[in-house]
Nanobody, 120 residues
Framework: QVQLVESGGGLVQAGGSLRLSCAAS????????MSWFRQAPGKEREFVAG????????NYVDSVKGRFTISRDNRKNTLYLQMNSRKHEDTAVYYC?????????????WGQGSQVTFSS
């Protein structure tokens, strides 16, 4: 059974940093690209960042470039998203997913989501 379990979300003060984790099990995490998506209230789910299986190639949506960093540890079957210099518009539920497609429909497995809230 495939499981993707996000953790690390919560309430963050203006300008603060946060690191999300996604623990994977039940599939070949170490040879799969992975992605982070987010969904804000009343908005569609959007691609945030993707990373290849080796962890040496990544891409980001323009709004988070220079502030967020995606990474992975294949020994721990874990995906990360380091969020720095957070903004109000970063408030959303964050999801990890298999693959690197920027479209939501291009993914098979999803985590349950982790709420991240910006606080001024």
């Amino acid at each position: 059974q495939v499981q993707l379990v996000e953790s690390g979300g919560g309430l963050v003060q203006a300008g603060g940093s946060l690191r999300l984790s996604c623990a994977a099990s039940g599939f070949a995490f170490s040879i799969n690209a992975m992605s982070w998506f987010r969904q804000a209230p009343g908005k569609e789910r959007e691609f945030v960042a993707g990373i290849n299986w080796r962890g040496d190639s990544s891409n980001y949506v323009d709004s988070v470039k220079g502030r967020f960093t995606i990474s992975r540890d294949n020994r721990k079957n874990t995906l990360y998203l380091q969020m720095n210099s957070r903004k109000h518009e970063d408030t959303a539920v964050y999801y990890c997913a298999d693959g690197r497609d920027t479209r939501s429909a291009g993914h098979t497995y999803w985590g349950q989501g982790s709420q991240v809230t910006f606080s001024s």
